[in-house]
């Protein structure tokens, strides 16, 4: 019912919605609780009460029912929490005094009243505002003519009502800290990556770049008198630094690669920010795939899923991988089709550089029209390229 934070003391008493579908959520989960509102509603109409009372009354209602949905709906300023208890004794009063005026079927306003203590205040303070409210609702409903025949209706869902919104709120806490923790972990990975490659990069290079320093100086000083062992240092150095640079080639080439279970994680993140509905496979069906394979396929991935996103206009994306057996031996195919707006494959960069690939290690491209509407990229390399 409300989204909540504490900050340095200070309270959010809710989270304006971000999207219509927020909005329309929001509004009904809210809605559930306002159909108590019939018992005022149809006492002001067919009560007995006089033009004024209903006047007054029909005031009274909408002034309490604004003042509580600004509590748990829309209100996003920051504000203490002795404000919000001034805001929520507002309320209680005029419950109580609507109650004590009007009849009976007033007292049904402290449900609100335990509800937004619930939804607006954080925990160790509504585990007490909760039993207050229903401990002032048992109070004025014995004071009110056949109060206590409503009482028994209205004491469980003050307390249940109240105590939910804390659950609701703990929940809400309990999973913003979660992505919050995920981010960290993210990023703390990430940090430990950068740190992988600089211990790999020192151990490929401090010792190359060491020797070619110390063959260096040796040469310097060689050749004034020594030209030939001089140049002898240099062919060292020469060898030394080409050794250094396929080294680095080699770590930075093993860095580059995708990996299947890599592109499917990130196709599955990009999907679902681009609003897509997503069925993709857990992981390849043959884990031993061999490293240019996977590598062909999981460029294949990247590429369709980012058309998916880009172009296609989608609202779902299939993805599938398989090996089959051919004539020609087995092979490994990737399947993704989207529901978008279709037509034939133009080419392109993408489209060409993918080709290219699945070409160096034995494999073919196809891409088109999926049907009626929608596209289908397939890639198929032989299973046993690449070993």
Not at 207 to 219: F, M
């Amino acid at each position: 019912m409300a989204l909540t934070q504490e900050a340095d003391g200070l309270h959010r008493i809710g989270q304006a919605p971000e999207t219509t579908t927020h909005k329309v959520v929001k509004s009904l989960w809210i809605g559930i609780w306002l159909f108590y509102l019939s018992a005022p509603v149809t006492d002001l109409i067919s009560g007995g009460h006089s033009t004024g009372a209903r006047l007054l009354g029909g005031l009274g209602l909408l002034a309490f029912t604004c003042w509580y949905l600004v509590l748990v709906f829309r209100t996003v300023r920051m504000m203490p929490v002795p404000r919000v208890l001034v805001s929520l004794a507002v309320l209680a009063t005029q419950a109580t005094v609507l109650s004590l005026t009007l009849g009976r079927e007033w007292l049904v306003l402290f449900v609100y009243v335990s509800i937004s203590s619930g939804a607006a205040l954080p925990g160790e303070v509504s585990r007490w505002t909760v039993p207050g409210a229903t401990a002032l609702l048992t109070a004025v409903a014995l004071a009110v003519p056949g109060g206590t025949q409503y009482l028994a209706g209205l004491v469980v869902p003050a307390l249940m009502g109240g105590f939910a919104m804390v659950g609701v709120r703990a929940m809400i806490r309990t999973t913003i800290e979660l992505r919050q923790a995920r981010a960290t972990v993210a990023e703390l990975a990430a940090n430990e990556e950068r740190l992988r490659m600089a211990r790999d990069l020192h151990d490929l290079l401090g010792h190359s770049l060491s020797l070619i320093t110390l063959k260096s100086e040796l040469a310097g000083r060689m050749l004034p008198e020594h030209p030939e062992r001089a140049a002898q240092q240099v062919a060292d150095i020469e060898r030394v630094s080409r050794q250094a640079l396929v080294d680095v080639r080699e770590a930075v080439s093993g860095y580059r690669r995708p990996t299947l279970p890599g592109e499917l994680a990130g196709a599955r993140t990009a999907l679902a920010a681009a609003g897509v509905a997503a069925d993709l496979p857990a992981g390849p069906e043959d884990a031993e795939l061999p490293e240019e394979t996977e590598s062909a396929l999981a460029w294949s991935l990247r590429e369709a899923v980012t058309n998916v996103v880009r172009h296609s206009g989608a609202r779902r994306c299939t993805v599938t991988l398989t090996t089959r057996q051919t004539l020609a031996g087995p092979v490994v195919e990737l399947t993704v089709t989207d529901d978008g707006t279709g037509g034939p494959a133009a080419p392109g960069n993408g489209l060409t550089g993918l080709t290219e690939r699945l070409e160096a290690v034995g494999g073919t491209l196809s891409a088109g029209p999926a049907g009626k509407t929608g596209f289908r990229l397939v890639a198929r390399v032989p299973l046993g390229s690449g070993s």
